[in-house]
């Protein structure tokens, strides 16, 4: 057969590449293929006719390694070459052309088990080196069968970690930087000698602490549970951690070694960063029923115990005979850390909740059931979630309904605003007025009932962001107001020092006008104008002294130029002075 250069066939697959990218691609498209059914398959004029069908609907992709049987056929007829007069299939990765060139783009539509019949165009198909009977532009034939492949990946897209998948796992996973996971592994030299071997029972990290070499984690986020894998790993990726090295007794690993691992990820526990800042991390040991959480306002029971990171047991409920722990979550009944992971928990969930000072007991000795809880610590909580009740939904209820459950949110935000809590009672508003939103329609009489509690939920609402200091929402819910009551004074007050803080002072000066014009005896609206018009003669200090300077500026800049300007014409009538002279 003809030799073809690798440098041929780089070029050769490139061209293909951007030929796949053409109209006439009917891979993806088109039904699956009936037995004895033939079809061109790409725009290059790649024929395939179905023998047999395959298993499943994976097909391998190129970087794949492939085994498969195939007889090569000439255009008339003749034989050319074929793995099972030999007796064993034959092993390569596809994308490289090992056998015909534009077949192994046939054999990216194969399944498992698969048998079919390639005809490959005549400027295409040229043979292989394992026969000298296929000549350039000959018309091939081949029939192939898919026995196996091993879909092969290039984790980190530089060849550095060469990923073999073996077995296929779950589909669960992959773990991510906070999980748990488990893993059996053992590690080889390329003469063969193993260099570090695992218990039959496995090692358990966090991926985000890393294990052995840098190459694991990084591999083991590309994984899925019950995956076997092979890895070739580069010496970039193969660097050993020498004090862990030493500790484990593991033979000495030279710097430019390359290693072979095979690798099990037997099981992984997920970590979930409730908080977003890793104030409180969930470790999950059990799954739950379902897929519903107990969220804000449910009634929950739950099991647990608590700990100092020590070990020192602080309490315990639900066990010994002991009655588990009943709350309403998001109601400040517990710490804020065990409240805010209990309301993303299934039931029937049991997990390991680690909560931070910030969300726990802060920089204060607290006395608990069974011990003292020291200034700033981190507490652990193991948890297990019994049953729960979720608060009802507003779209289950009818009208009435509605309109109690916005009256009972609204006072429960009132009593916390009384209290200090802004940042609860800003909840419970916004509950009340999802419970009576504006595109609900309500009878005459409800009708006034709704609007008097919107606007009051609102103009509460806005006052609590102008505590918390989130002035852009207060300034949209006082405009919400403003919408429907144009001149509600406690909205215009209430926005008027929004825009105070965020230095509009010519809107506050127009939202104070106007509540003084509808209550001119106002005497809290009087008072920000005090503050308004302070305010207004300090910026107009600023903006005098920022024109000063500007002034001064371009002054000195102006005479500068002026001086310039007189030399130059100075030395002008010199330079003409001196052409007179020298006339005479």
């Not at 039959?200 to 966090?206: K, M, P, R, S, T």
């Not at 470790?283 to 306002?297: P, R, S, V, Y």
Request: negative net charge; aromatic residues 6%.
């Amino acid at each position: 057969m003809v030799e073809f250069s690798m440098a041929n066939a780089q070029a050769f697959i490139d061209e293909d590449d951007e030929l796949d990218e053409e109209p006439g691609e009917e891979i993806e498209s088109a039904p699956p293929l009936n037995v004895g059914e033939e079809r061109e398959i790409n725009s290059n004029g790649l024929k395939k006719k179905l023998l047999k069908h395959g298993q499943g609907w994976e097909t391998p992709e190129f970087g794949d390694e492939v085994t498969v049987h195939y007889v090569g056929i000439l255009h008339d007829g003749t034989k050319s070459v074929s793995t099972r007069d030999k007796g064993e299939p034959v092993t390569f990765k596809l994308g490289q052309e090992k056998v015909a060139a534009g077949l192994d783009r046939g054999i990216v539509t194969m399944r498992k088990g698969e048998g079919a019949l390639f005809t490959l165009p005549s400027e295409t198909a040229f043979g292989s080196s394992d026969s000298d009977v296929v000549s350039l532009n000959s018309v091939v034939q081949f029939e192939v069968e898919l026995v196996s492949w091993i879909t092969v990946v290039d984790v980190c897209k530089d060849g550095g970690i060469i990923k073999k998948i073996l077995e296929k796992g779950e589909m669960i996973g992959p773990p991510g930087d906070l999980d748990e996971v488990l893993v059996r592994y053992v590690v080889r030299v390329l003469d063969g000698i193993t260099v570090a071997k695992t218990s039959e029972h496995g090692v358990e990290f966090y991926v985000k602490d890393g294990h052995f070499c840098q190459a694991l984690p990084k591999v083991i986020k590309t994984m899925r549970k019950g995956e076997k894998v092979n890895l070739l790993i580069q010496p970039q990726y193969a660097s050993v951690d020498r004090d862990k090295d030493s500790e484990s007794g593991v033979p000495s690993i030279p710097p430019s070694s390359i290693l072979s691992i095979d690798l099990e990820l037997v099981s992984f526990k997920p970590v979930i960063n409730v908080t977003g800042d890793l104030g409180v991390l969930k470790k999950i040991l059990k799954e739950g029923e379902g897929t519903l959480t107990a969220d804000e306002g449910a009634a929950v029971t739950i099991r647990y115990t608590a700990k100092l990171v020590d070990g020192t047991l602080l309490e315990k409920r639900g066990f010994d005979g002991e009655d588990a722990l009943k709350f309403i979550t998001d109601e400040e009944q517990v710490v804020a850390g065990l409240d805010q992971a209990v309301t993303t928990m299934k039931k029937g969930e049991h997990a390991i909740v680690t909560v931070k000072p910030d969300y726990g007991f802060g920089n204060t000795e607290v006395k608990r059931d069974l011990a003292m809880v020291p200034p700033c610590s981190t507490i652990i909580f193991e948890v297990e979630m019994l049953e729960f009740t979720k608060e009802k939904d507003p779209r289950e209820m009818n009208k009435h309904e509605r309109i109690q459950m916005a009256q009972r949110k609204k006072e429960e935000g009132n009593l916390l605003f009384k209290n200090g809590k802004y940042q609860r009672a800003m909840k419970k508003y916004e509950k009340a007025t999802d419970c009576i939103n504006e595109d609900e329609h309500f009878e005459d009489d409800d009708q006034k009932i709704v609007k008097s509690l919107r606007v009051s939920c609102w103009l509460n609402g806005a006052a609590a962001c102008l505590k918390r200091n989130y002035f852009q929402e207060a300034i949209k819910q006082c405009s919400k107001v403003l919408e429907v009551e144009s001149c509600n004074v406690k909205a215009l007050y209430r926005r008027a020092q929004a825009f105070m803080e965020t230095a509009d002072l010519h809107l506050a000066e127009l939202d104070i006008k106007k509540a003084l014009e509808i209550d001119p005896q106002n005497r809290e609206v009087k008072l920000i104008q005090k503050n308004l018009k302070q305010l207004q003669a300090e910026s107009n200090k600023r903006d005098a002294k920022l024109y000063t300077t500007m002034f001064a500026r371009l002054s000195n800049e102006n005479s500068s130029a002026a001086k310039r300007l007189k030399v130059e014409e100075t030395e002008s009538k010199n330079e003409e002075n001196v052409g007179e002279i020298n006339m005479r």
